[in-house]
C-alpha cells in the first residue's frame, strides 16, 4: 500500500479546513503529523473534503433532515460537469458490503438470525451496532463518528407520531412500523377490518394525502411492517440500552428495545441508495448525499474510486442551485408495489414533503 493509500484508510486524513478548493486538492494528512492532535467532531461535515462552492444549511422542518445543500449563490460559483462536490471516506458510508467484514460476530448472528434477510435487514442492524458498540471498539475514533452522525438521523418516512394525529398514534409506539402482528389480518377478519386499527385508519389518511387508492396505501403499510417484524426478535438483542421516551410509551425492557429497531429502520429506509462498489452493487447510506433534495433531473451522482466515494456533479449546476438527487431509484422493500415515483412512495419510504411528488398529484 502506497503512502497515499494508507492515508485514506485514516479518518484523520479527511478533516475539511476551511476554504479547501477541489481544484488544488492536497490529502489532509500530508498536514498532520499526529492523530492525537485531532479530536473528534461534532459534524461528520467536518470529516469529509467539500468543494468550496458548495453552501450546506439546515434544513427546514418539512424537508425532515433533507435539503439545503446547494452551489453557493456569488455568481463565480457555478459548478461544471463532472466536478468533485464532496470526497466521503468510503469508511464513513453504511453499506450492505460491509456485511463481510464485521468484526462483531454478535452482529452476524442477528443478521443470519431474522427471518427475512434483506439489504434493510443488514444496514438497520449495521446502523445499531455503530449506535451500540461493543466494548471492544468504543474508543475507535471511525466507531465514534458514526455513531454520532447516525445519532444525528431525526427523521424518518411517514408514519410517526407527529405525522399521524392523536387518534392514531395513541395506537402507536414511535412509528407504525411497531404496530400489529405478522396476524394482523386473521385477528381483524371477524372485525371486518383488514388490518390492525391504527394501520387501517393511516392507510385511509395516506391515500387521501397521496391519491392512491386504499388498498395501494395497505399495501404499502403492511410490507413495511412485514419487513420490520421479521427482523424485530433478532435485530432487538443489539439494541444496548433502549431510547428514553414519553412516560405514556410504558413497555418491558424488550418492547423498547423492539421500538428502537422500527425507528432505526424507518430512518435507514429514507436515506438508502445503491452503490457501485468495484465489482459489485451494494446498498449504502453515504453521508451528505442521505440528505439531498430530490429530483427526477438530479445533477449528482455517487462514484466509488478506491477507499473514497465521490459526489460528482452529473451536468453543469449553476449558482443557488440546489444539489439533488433521484430517490426513485432508491431500494425498494420486498412486497411494496407502490409505483417507485408515486406521491406514495416518495412520502412513506422518504418522508419528502408535496413540492416533491409528481405535479399529476
Known sequence: MTAAAAAICNIDAFLILPSVSLNSLILFSEKITSSSDVKIKSNILEYLTLNDKISIGEPTQDERGKGCVQVSSDSSSTVKALE???????????????????????????????????????????????????????????????????????????????????????????????????????????????????????????????????????????????????????????????????????????????????????????????????????????????RLSHSLEENSKLVSIGDEILLVATRDIEAGEVITRDYTKAPQLVNDDAVEGSALRLLLQFGLPPKAWPEEQ
Open 84 to 290: 468533485v462536490l464532496a470526497r466521503i471516506p468510503r469508511i464513513l458510508a453504511i453499506t450492505s458490503a460491509d456485511c463481510n467484514i464485521i468484526p462483531s460476530q454478535h452482529v452476524l448472528e442477528a443478521i443470519s438470525n431474522s427471518r427475512n434477510t434483506t439489504w434493510a435487514t443488514e444496514l438497520t442492524a449495521i446502523a445499531l451496532a455503530s449506535l451500540h458498540p461493543s466494548d471492544d471498539i468504543t474508543n475507535n475514533k471511525m466507531a465514534q463518528v458514526k455513531q454520532q452522525w447516525i445519532s444525528s438521523w431525526t427523521k424518518g418516512g411517514w408514519g410517526s407520531d407527529s405525522d399521524l394525529g392523536p387518534d392514531i398514534s395513541s395506537d402507536c409506539i414511535g412509528t407504525l412500523l411497531a404496530t400489529g402482528t405478522d396476524n394482523d389480518k386473521n385477528i381483524y377478519a371477524k372485525f371486518r377490518m383488514p388490518a390492525h386499527p391504527a394501520i387501517f385508519k393511516a392507510a385511509m389518511g395516506l391515500s387521501l394525502l397521496t391519491k392512491c387508492t386504499e388498498a395501494e396505501s395497505l399495501k404499502a403499510l403492511t410490507a413495511r411492517g412485514f419487513t420490520y417484524r421479521s427482523m424485530r426478535d433478532a435485530l432487538q438483542e443489539l439494541v444496548l440500552q433502549s431510547t428514553q421516551r414519553d412516560e405514556s410509551k410504558k413497555g418491558t425492557v424488550r418492547d423498547k428495545r423492539c421500538w428502537d429497531v422500527a425507528d432505526t429502520l424507518d430512518k435507514v429506509l429514507s436515506r438508502v441508495t445503491t452503490l457501485q462498489l468495484e465489482d459489485t452493487t451494494t446498498t449504502a447510506i453515504v453521508p451528505i448525499y442521505e
